[in-house]
């Protein structure tokens, strides 16, 4: 499929997906987010690790499309909401691991993409916010529950309820984002955290991901005994044999992610 508001870069295993709309500050429109959703679906076996970032200096993401929600009715509202949540939901449970390199505005939909991400680092330019209630509308892309899960219940409710746009380095404070950098830092940062990322076994990774994502939703219990499992699943794996061996015989490893 063709893009018209993805810009794409693979190399080397590393993929970046750049949202590209600059006359409205990359605002997710439905086109975008059915790009999104085709691009995460489809992503190559070959990419080990995605970053996902905005064009231009002044925006990752500004929200969802005013003026497309603008005139929508309550069954419209409910298609696009279940839109940008479904491809949100695939970026979440991505196999490999995403990085949100965030490089400006990051509000309401744009905040909700960065969180369905694994890992966010941040411009000292960057500001973020949950705006939608000042809109007359809720969080539409599950940012209402990835929030709370990230920052805890108290910030998410203050950002939510206040609709306050915050500067990078209280994102920072408040664990939405891992790191902050300059500007002209950020891309070198991002790569570097996924070529880091990158070198390490595949399917550990995956399974890794798998539990943190689902210990969320399960009790203890479960968590406990998912990562008994997949912990145990490592041990059928080529990798498993070669990072063991390389670590014994003092060399660096080749993984294969079998
Ligand atoms: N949508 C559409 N266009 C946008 C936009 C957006 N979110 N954000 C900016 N733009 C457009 C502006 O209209 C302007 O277009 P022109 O006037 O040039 O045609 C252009 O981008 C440049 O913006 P500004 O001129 O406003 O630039 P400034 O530097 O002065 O201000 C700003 C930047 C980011 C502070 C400001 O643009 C702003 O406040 N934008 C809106 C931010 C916002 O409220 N975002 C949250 C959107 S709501 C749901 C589904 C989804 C959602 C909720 C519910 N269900 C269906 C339940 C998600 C909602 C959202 O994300």
């Known amino acids: 499929m063709e893009y018209s508001f993805l810009k794409i870069e693979s190399k080397d295993g590393i993929c970046i997906m750049k949202v590209s709309a600059p006359k409205s500050l990359n605002a997710l429109n439905s086109t975008i987010l059915k790009e999104i959703d085709d691009f995460v679906s489809n992503l190559d076996k070959s990419v080990r690790v995605l970053i996902i970032t905005g064009d231009g200096e002044k925006a990752f993401v500004a929200g969802a499309d005013i003026a497309e ?37 990051c509000l309401g939909g744009g905040c909700e993409l960065a969180m369905a991400c694994d890992i966010r680092i941040a411009s000292n330019k960057a500001k973020f916010g949950q705006p939608e209630v000042g809109l007359g509308i809720t969080p539409g892309f599950s940012g209402t529950y990835r929030l709370a899960k990230l920052v805890g219940q108290g910030y998410a409710k203050e950002m939510i309820f206040t609709g306050k746009v915050i500067k990078a380095d209280e994102a920072l404070r408040i664990g939405l984002v891992n790191a902050v950098y300059e500007p002209e ?68 490893p080749n993984f294969v992610g079998k």
């Open 69 to 105: 929600m603008a005139n929508l009715n309550e069954q419209q509202g409910y298609e696009f909401s279940k839109l940008g949540a479904l491809a949100f939901r695939r970026i979440e449970t991505l196999e490999i691991p995403v990085i949100a390199a965030v490089n400006g505005f």
């Open 185 to 252: 830092e950020l891309m070198d940062k991002a790569m570097e955290m996924a070529q880091t990322i990158k070198e390490k076994a595949p399917l550990a990774l995956q399974y890794a991901k798998e539990c943190i994502n689902e210990s969320y939703d399960l009790y203890a219990d479960g968590a406990i005994e998912m990562e008994n499992k997949d912990f145990g699943r490592c041990f059928a794996t080529e990798d498993q044999k070669e990072g063991m061996a390389a670590f014994l015989e003092k060399r660096k």
